[in-house]
């Protein structure tokens, strides 16, 4: 082991595990959470960077905690970037049947068919233009993230018809989506038909799952 990888390692895993957890005043148990995961990566990464430039054992360590320092901030702040617009979407969706899921520093919704479309058809219904007005109030505060648009269907019926059918279904979300602010350079629309289920389309609960349209929200880091 080098000098310098004997100098970061401490540090950085100092940093992470602090970082990383909280503790709940009220039961005293320690918690994970991202914003310090965020933090504690920033804090080796940048721990790493600052202390592998210039030369001397001295200036590597003072650069090492300088970007330690730094590196915590830039994760940390996009950790609470996704966790505030987080809070703001699970307030918003419910009661619409549309679910939240955190993935990592990744916001998930996933939106069934049976709340956005008819069958077989790509126009939005009443209840999905009520609820992605919601969405869009809180995407046009968050600007600094990536809005992905994925429509999936079943295994029923042509393949090809299906691609299409969930192409236009990603599509009416995006439209949508940007006739109401959100800017369409943050917009990607996609369609996988029948080629990403998430239950079996043996039976029609699975199938019921399969047909949905997920817009997933990635921190841009720019923020």
């Given at each position: 082991m080098s000098r310098t990888t004997r100098l970061i390692?401490?540090?950085?895993?100092?940093?992470?595990?602090?970082?990383?957890?909280?503790?709940?005043?009220?039961?005293?148990?320690t918690d994970r959470n991202n914003t310090g995961i965020g933090a504690?990566?920033?804090?080796a990464v940048g721990a790493a960077a600052g202390a592998l430039s210039g030369d001397g054992a001295t200036s590597?360590?003072?650069?090492?905690?300088?970007?330690?320092?730094a590196g915590a901030a830039v994760g940390g702040g996009v950790g609470v970037y996704m966790d505030r617009q987080e809070e703001q979407l699970r307030?918003?969706?419910?009661?619409?049947?549309?679910?939240?899921?955190?993935?990592g520093d990744n916001i998930v919704l996933n939106m069934p068919s049976s709340v956005t479309f008819g069958f077989d058809s790509s126009e939005l219904t009443g209840s999905a233009t009520s609820a992605l007005n919601d969405v869009a109030n809180v995407l046009t505060q968050y600007p600094e993230t990536r809005v992905n648009i994925a429509?999936?269907?079943?295994?029923?019926?042509?393949?090809?018809?299906?691609q299409q059918l969930s192409e236009r279904r990603a599509q009416a979300v995006g439209s949508f989506l940007?006739?109401?602010?959100?800017?369409?350079?943050?917009?990607?629309?996609?369609?996988?038909?029948?080629?990403?289920?998430?239950?079996?389309?043996?039976?029609?609960a699975?199938?019921?799952?399969?047909?949905?349209?997920?817009?997933?929200?990635?921190?841009?880091?720019?923020?």
């Open positions: 390692a401490p540090l950085a895993a100092a940093v992470i595990l602090a970082g990383c957890s909280t503790t709940d005043p009220y039961t005293g148990q504690g990566i920033g804090a590597r360590r003072d650069r090492a905690l300088i970007g330690a320092a307030e918003s969706m419910q009661g619409t049947g549309i679910g939240v899921e955190r993935q429509g999936h269907t079943d295994s029923t019926g042509e393949a090809g018809y299906n940007g006739g109401r602010g959100v800017a369409s350079s943050r917009l990607v629309v996609s369609g996988y038909g029948e080629n990403q289920p998430i239950a079996s389309n043996n039976t029609e699975g199938r019921a799952e399969n047909r949905r349209v997920e817009i997933t929200l990635t921190p841009t880091g720019q923020g």
